[in-house]
């Protein structure tokens, strides 16, 4: 799991060209990985070219609470529930989308 892993997240900065952020919202969560890849013997290329962000803070805000409920909604058509890896993953995510739009169009124009 570790190599197939470390090869995913380094052929993906490869593609876009940049490093990667891989964001968590449980500290567990991203330790797991990193120690599966470390134990690939891979950790020293990834770590190079992943940014791990905890984003727990982001789902207490109304932006995030609101884009996560949306999402879980409708992930529960595809019958894909709360705590499901992927269902998480994917309402995390518009979360994390949700707060950074919020606070774009909050950031000083100059």
Same mark, same amino acid.
């Given at each position: 799991?570790?190599?197939?892993?470390?090869?995913?997240?380094? #052929?993906?900065?490869? @593609?876009?060209?940049?490093?990667? @952020?891989?964001?968590?919202?449980? @500290?567990?969560?991203? /330790? =797991? =990985?990193?120690?599966?890849? $470390? &134990?690939?013997? =891979?950790?020293? #290329?990834?770590?190079?070219?992943?940014?791990?962000? &905890?984003?727990?803070?982001?789902?207490?805000?109304? /932006?995030?609470?609101? %884009?996560?409920?949306? %999402?879980?909604?409708?992930?529960?058509?595809?019958?894909?529930?709360? $705590? $499901?890896? =992927?269902?998480?993953?994917?309402?995390?995510? @518009?979360?994390?989308?949700?707060? %950074?739009?919020?606070?774009?169009?909050? %950031?000083?124009?100059?």
């Amino acid at each position: 799991m570790g190599r197939r892993a470390a090869e995913w997240l380094i #052929q993906q900065t490869a @593609e876009r060209g940049a490093p990667i @952020e891989v964001a968590y919202d449980y @500290e567990a969560d991203f /330790e =797991l =990985l990193a120690a599966a890849i $470390h &134990n690939a013997g =891979l950790w020293d #290329q990834v770590s190079l070219v992943v940014r791990p962000v &905890n984003i727990d803070r982001l789902i207490g805000t109304i /932006e995030g609470e609101l %884009a996560l409920e949306a %999402a879980f909604g409708e992930l529960r058509a595809r019958r894909l529930f709360r $705590h $499901h890896a =992927l269902a998480d993953a994917i309402a995390l995510r @518009e979360a994390y989308m949700a707060v %950074a739009r919020a606070l774009s169009r909050r %950031a000083p124009r100059t």
